[in-house]
């Protein structure tokens, strides 16, 4: 039997990547006008600085798809089955059983591989991660 005992760092890293997927990768999907599935997406909300010049939108944009390559980049070195997992789940949404439908697994191995999975992403995008936090 495995053990899907994480460390406290590991979920740190697990929470950070979550909110990741649910909270910014929407955001920069908006911004780069780039829909890595068909998932309806929330609005972006109002930018921290004042300044809407023509030249910040598109400084946001760049970075935006910055981040988007360097996420891509960081999925393509994890193992197959979580890179599966994470995409089925995150990027086209899909929900716990269908996900289980597809990759004839049980839900709750697919949500112990979903633990390594996002500590494994993690570790892969933490630079870019923790330039997202400091634009927070």
Do not use: C
């Not at 910014?24 to 930018?47: E, F, I, M």
């Not at 798809?65 to 891509?72: A, L, R």
């Not at 709750?108 to 892969?124: S, V």
Request: proline fraction near 2%; aromatic fraction near 6%.
């Amino acid at each position: 039997m495995v053990s899907t005992a994480l460390s406290i760092d590991d979920k740190v890293t697990v929470k950070r990547v979550r909110a990741f997927f649910t909270d910014d990768l929407p955001k920069l999907q908006l911004l780069t006008n780039v829909r890595l599935s068909s998932v309806s997406l929330d609005a972006l909300p109002a930018h921290h600085s004042n300044e809407n010049t023509a030249m910040d939108k598109m400084t946001r944009q760049v970075q935006a798809q910055m981040y988007i390559k360097d996420m891509v980049d960081a999925l393509s070195v994890l193992p197959d089955i979580e890179r599966k997992v994470i995409l089925l789940k995150y990027i086209q949404g899909l929900q716990w059983f269908a996900v289980s439908d597809r990759l004839h697994l049980s839900v709750r191995r697919l949500q112990e591989i979903m633990q390594k999975a996002l500590n494994d992403f993690g570790l892969a995008y933490a630079g870019t991660l923790r330039l997202l936090d400091a634009t927070d």
